[in-house]
């Protein structure tokens, strides 16, 4: 057979290609050749030490992306692979090294490995696959590139750095694995999940107790229905063609303890604004679970006004709101019941959530419980308007004539009405005029009709009663009027 010679058009073409699959060094950050700089703005900022071939990040420094540098359009479309050439320095709390690319349009593609992968004590090559080009992304035009923890700059970032460079294939290198499975600790009878990235990997196999699990074949292992047997050691060997790569053993602890909540015996259902309403929690275990702290998250401005619970070494005190913690070293005999009362303000509509959740320490490992239901829906108990003297959910003349009354009070030394009114339980509606007020004021329970919440009932919110008071079915007025969660004042016209 005889060989023909190339055309001048296939020899070019075939040049390019060999050019394009040629390795591209992105920065070798060099105090006089590197292409990038410290970014303006950023936490790296009087942070970064240049040294003859390296830059080390430290100070103050954090996981914001502080170092970056431009190009005229540099040709990525044949590179697969990139490697970082670095150490991680003691005091790094960045989880993981973020490289973000930007292609003419500004269409980001971004490449991370977990800062676990560099090591400590030296200077560590780690590649990493740069996978699929991202949506919109055009690799033949990248014109900026940045580094650092990916974040807008919240943990310490302390690496020293040497090199990155793009490669068109990969090393004969085992997978890297880039985020290592978590211990767990679950209640018996839930669910536990694990799960592992990996850089390079084309399968995966799952362990527990040294032996492969059946169909355990991915990046997550999902287990159901855990029981004490399922508690060991798990962990994943991730695959490819140059090997396996194994992870950390992630330990799971199952416990047998299962926490609930609910208004206290005795109690109504719901909860009735500017009242208290008690509640109560009941942990239940065998065996010995560990340390327990139960939380509890509390609608906002829900404060504390008294608590029961036995054995804690510690436990909320009164007036808090929010977040809600007891706290054991050696759990009481089961059950453990906590009760506790808040206070719910005057202002408060519509329903509110409460959870809760037992967060248990076992050995080393920590694990949440949540109590059920989740979440504790609380509906608020309908409650006659403020105006509503007989409590018929009707207003009639005389309890609207009531509100003008206390619309029209005046304050003397200003010689003006100010509408100012109190809380007062000796009055017939619970309310007094307050003729010393010189204007809006704090008090702790409103009148229904006071929309606006500053202790004075003005034209507008007079209005609206005087609204309710003309409700009428056909040629009747009826004055009738409902709860209703979603209108300013709680109330709606009409049955």
Request: glycine share 12%; proline share 5%.
């Amino acid at each position: 057979m005889k060989l023909r010679r190339l055309r001048p058009i296939a020899a070019g073409l075939l040049t390019a290609a060999i050019a394009l699959a040629q390795p591209v060094e992105l920065e070798n950050f060099s105090a006089t050749g590197a292409t990038g700089a410290v970014r303006s703005g950023s936490t790296w900022v009087g942070n970064v030490q240049r040294l003859a071939d390296t830059i080390v990040v430290g100070g103050t420094a954090k996981d914001d992306n502080g170092w970056g540098g431009f190009s005229a359009g540099l040709d990525l479309s044949a590179m697969r692979y990139v490697t970082i050439t670095g150490q991680r320095n003691p005091g790094n709390e960045a989880p993981f090294f973020v490289l973000e690319l930007r292609d003419a349009g500004l269409n980001p593609h971004v490449v991370s490995v977990a800062s676990a992968q560099f090591s400590s004590t030296a200077s560590t090559a780690v590649e990493i696959p740069l996978g699929a080009w991202a949506a919109g992304f055009n690799p033949a035009q990248v014109r900026e590139w940045t580094i650092g923890g990916g974040t807008v700059g919240l943990l310490p970032f302390r690496m020293a750095l040497d090199q990155i460079a793009f490669a068109a294939s990969g090393s004969a290198l085992p997978p890297v694995i880039t985020a290592q499975p978590a211990d767990l600790l679950v209640a018996s009878g839930g669910g536990a999940t694990f799960t592992v990235a990996a850089a390079g990997a084309t399968s995966y196999r799952w362990f527990f107790g040294g032996n492969a699990i059946s169909g355990a074949t991915s990046a997550t292992l999902q287990l159901s229905a855990v029981a004490a047997s399922s508690a060991g050691e798990y962990y994943v060997e991730a695959i490819n063609s140059n090997g396996p790569a194994s992870s950390r053993r992630a330990v799971l602890r199952v416990v047998d303890l299962q926490g609930a909540h609910g208004v206290a015996a005795g109690g109504t259902a719901g909860y009735s604004a500017g009242s208290l309403i008690t509640l109560s929690s009941t942990i239940t275990y065998s065996g010995q679970p560990g340390s327990v702290v139960w939380q509890v998250l509390v609608p906002q401005d829900w404060q504390l006004t008294a608590q029961n619970s036995q054995g804690t070494s510690s436990a909320p005190v009164t007036g808090v709101a929010g977040l809600l913690e007891w706290r054991w070293t050696s759990l009481p005999a089961s059950p453990v019941v906590i009760t506790y009362t808040l206070s719910v303000p005057s202002e408060t509509l519509g329903s509110k959530a409460i959870t809760a959740q037992a967060q248990v320490t076992n050995g080393e490992v920590t694990g949440a419980v949540l109590a059920k239901p989740d979440p504790l829906i609380l509906s608020m108990t309908p409650r006659p308007h403020s105006a509503d003297l007989n409590g018929d959910y009707r207003i009639g003349l005389i309890e609207l004539t009531r509100v003008i009354e206390l619309y029209n009070t005046r304050n003397a030394a200003l010689s003006r009405r100010t509408g100012a009114y109190l809380p007062d339980v000796s009055g017939e509606d619970g309310f007094a005029a307050n003729a010393s007020a010189t204007g809006a004021g704090k008090i702790s329970r409103y009148h229904d009709a006071d929309t606006s919440r500053d202790a004075q009932i003005n034209l507008l919110e007079l209005t609206r009663v005087i609204e309710i008071y003309n409700q009428r079915s056909g040629a009747v007025r009826t004055g009738e009027y409902r709860v209703s969660s979603g209108t300013e004042d709680g109330f709606a016209p009409g049955s």
